[in-house]
């Protein structure tokens, strides 16, 4: 294993309340050191006038793998990571089979493996099939390494099944991911209801569909004692239920995206199907209320909802176009750009929100520059400029609505377990060397 310094950075690490101009050592794929002026027989690196933090988590990502690799395998998925700064992402089960067994989870975690760029942590399905009906082997997937439970992309809608996982997963501290959408409520939806979808022609999915749902997880939350994550909040209503079930000592967090935080339902006047998500993009209130919910710490993670899309199945009709659009790349740039330099979120804020918060909900030993762990870290450049270009993505799809705009902030470098996965911008081997001729600008 190498040895390398990362000198006269700064270190942000939430996780230890470091915000300082410090070294980082690196030996054994662990972190050795971080004080003033070490020296070490290392390869330096000069970190300075960048930001050095722990690699980046993103609790909420689609890798398609098994089932639509045409869309993104675990290689594609972990290679868009890295250039986002995320260096551990856990992906949800609506896979094809889906993640309801052993087989399942050990699969994708040899694909990670294989491919080397970054950690995948599995969530393993609620229900078998995702088909609500009766509850997946909890246990056997959680000792296959599931960390999580999630029928994301549907919602439980049995009552009593939502309970029983609760209960189940409380023995064993995992989270229960709940996709938030009463079915009725939302039946063939297309986008938030309101004066856009009217204006448009388009049916819309209420507020309510998600609030109703949340209401009855907390509830049901309080009486089982389970942990409760909720997956992409986006309405006020939404977050109001959450700061009083926080208020009132239950056991649950939520996550936001960076579509709910930055776009509303008018971006959708040109029918572009890339602003098609689900949950739908609501208004600028609510997008007031979620930016304030951050910043009052009711919010605890933000979160990509990467969800890559084939192009000719984007290029439908919009009533027939799948939802979802891809976020691993864009998203450390989006905050950056919109929330930091906004105003909304101090810089260690939001590292916090995508480190150390998603660390903690999934229980994973991520998001942290502590010593003696993992070596999973970023230097980010702030003052570099990411142009969104639909032919540099690493993804295999290429269904952004941001193609065409300028972020701030490009990630530099990252190392995974002590090995550098990006320097100086391209993509390395774990010997060093170039294997992708491809630059990260």
């Known amino acids: 294993m190498s040895r390398y310094l990362i000198q006269g950075g700064r270190v942000i690490d939430p ?3 470091i915000d300082d101009t410090l070294d980082v050592l690196i030996e054994n794929g662990k972190i050795e050191a971080v004080g003033k002026h070490l020296a070490a027989d290392a390869e330096v690196i000069d970190a300075s006038g960048m930001i050095v933090a722990p690699g980046l988590v993103d609790m909420h990502v689609h890798l398609r793998d098994p089932g639509r690799t045409d869309e993104e395998t675990v290689e594609t998925g972990l290679r868009a990571a890295a250039k986002g700064g995320f260096t551990s992402i856990a992906c949800m089960p609506n896979t094809d089979p889906v993640t309801d067994s052993a087989s399942v989870v050990e699969y994708i975690q040899r694909q990670a493996k294989d491919a080397g760029f970054g950690n995948v942590f599995p969530i393993g399905a609620i229900t078998h099939g995702l088909a609500g009906e009766r509850l997946s082997e909890m246990g056997e997937l959680i000792q296959a390494g599931a960390v999580g439970f999630s029928d994301d992309g549907k919602c439980v809608m049995n009552s009593q099944l939502m309970r029983r996982a609760l209960e189940y997963t409380r023995m064993w501290g995992k989270p229960v991911i709940s996709h938030a959408e009463d079915e009725l409520l939302a039946r063939n ?3 938030n209801e ?3 979808s009217t204006v448009l022609g388009l049916k819309g999915i209420p507020s309510a569909a998600e609030e109703v749902i949340i209401a009855r997880d907390i509830i049901l939350a309080e009486l089982t004692g389970g942990k409760l994550h909720i997956a992409h909040l986006s309405t006020a209503g939404s977050l109001d239920l959450v700061k009083r079930a926080k208020e009132h000592g239950v056991n649950v967090t939520c996550e936001v995206t960076p579509h709910h935080l930055i776009l509303t339902d008018e971006n959708l006047q040109g029918y572009d199907t890339n602003f098609k998500v689900n949950p739908p993009l609501r208004t600028a209130a609510d997008i007031e209320a979620l930016r304030k919910g951050l910043k009052d710490g009711i919010i605890d993670a933000i979160a990509s909802d990467h969800a890559p899309h084939a192009r000719h199945e984007k290029e439908m009709e919009f009533d027939y176009a799948p939802f979802g ?15 930091v330099d906004g105003g909304v979120l101090s810089l260690g804020g939001a590292i916090a929100k995508m480190s150390a918060g998603p660390s903690r909900i999934l229980g994973i030993p991520k998001g942290s520059l502590g010593i003696g762990g993992d070596a999973d870290l970023i230097v980010i450049d702030t003052n570099a400029i990411l142009e ?4 540099k993505f690493e993804s295999k799809s290429i269904n952004s609505p941001y193609v065409g705009r300028t972020l ?7 190392f995974t377990a002590g090995e550098p996965v990006i320097k100086d911008k391209v993509f390395v081997d774990s010997y060093g060397e170039k294997r ?3 630059v990260v600008l």
């Open 194 to 196: 309101g004066y856009w």
């Open 388 to 391: 969104v270009s639909a032919n």
């Open 408 to 414: 701030k902030g490009v990630v530099k470098d990252v």
């Open 325 to 339: 659009m891809i976020g691993l790349e864009t998203t450390l740039g989006l905050i950056l750009t919109e929330l």
């Open 15 to 17: 996780a230890n309340n």
């Open 189 to 191: 939806g297309q986008i």
């Open 436 to 438: 992708f001729s491809r």
